[in-house]
């Protein structure tokens, strides 16, 4: 008898374990599983989205609870540390990237099923007035032929229609829509009002 109860603690326990595991941080993910409780969504829309200090990140969660769409992490291999962001020195990593024009910084992990979203929300900073290098990476890596790009950035005072533009030359077969500069503290109201205007609101 206390070896059939010890066999049923040790089950549970592993099941515990098991339903406790952390998804990866670039893996597409539903907001649901961000918060642990392992459901999937089957949403046509993905929020890809790159943050070297959590704001894009902020705002992409909102976005994706919005939409109901999952969520994607560009992780760069390389880390990026406070001394890369450092737009002060000339040599920092970041400067030297957005100064050369054909960097492409690696980037952890691939979206396997990407042919599954007919929408792909793009989310980054703006750096030197356009796109991380690693966007390029990404959108260069990705053949997204005939469907919807909506992206969207985190600045502190510059716009994104240089960085669309690039996505537009980068993705020419793609649908891109009108870019957002979304502020993180009015994050939910900016993402309505422009998901209306671009004709993509859920509401």
Do not use: H
Request: aromatic share 8%; proline share 4%.
């Amino acid at each position: 008898m206390k070896r059939a109860c010890l066999c049923v603690l040790s089950l549970l326990l592993m099941l515990g374990m098991t339903a406790c595991s952390p998804t990866s941080e670039n893996e597409p993910e539903t907001d649901a599983t961000a918060e642990g409780e392992g459901t999937t969504s089957g949403s046509d829309a993905l929020v890809v989205y790159f943050s070297a200090t959590g704001n894009t990140e902020s705002v992409a969660r909102t976005l994706a609870q919005l939409q109901s769409a999952e969520l994607y992490a560009i992780v760069p291999t390389e880390p990026y540390s406070e001394e890369d962001l450092d737009y002060n020195n000339e040599s920092s990593r970041a400067n030297t990237e957005q100064n050369d024009e054909n960097a492409r910084p690696q980037i952890s992990g691939t979206i396997e099923d990407i042919e599954d979203y007919d929408v792909i929300y793009v989310g980054f900073p703006i750096w030197w007035g356009t796109l991380p290098r690693i966007l390029c990476t990404f959108f260069d890596t990705y053949d997204l032929s005939g469907k919807t790009i909506a992206p969207f950035c985190t600045s502190g005072s510059s716009g994104i229609d240089e960085a669309v533009r690039m996505i537009e030359t980068l993705e020419p077969d793609a649908d891109v829509r009108e870019g957002a500069r979304i502020d993180v503290d009015e994050a939910e109201s900016q993402l309505k009002e422009w998901l209306s205007l671009i004709q993509l609101s859920e509401q």
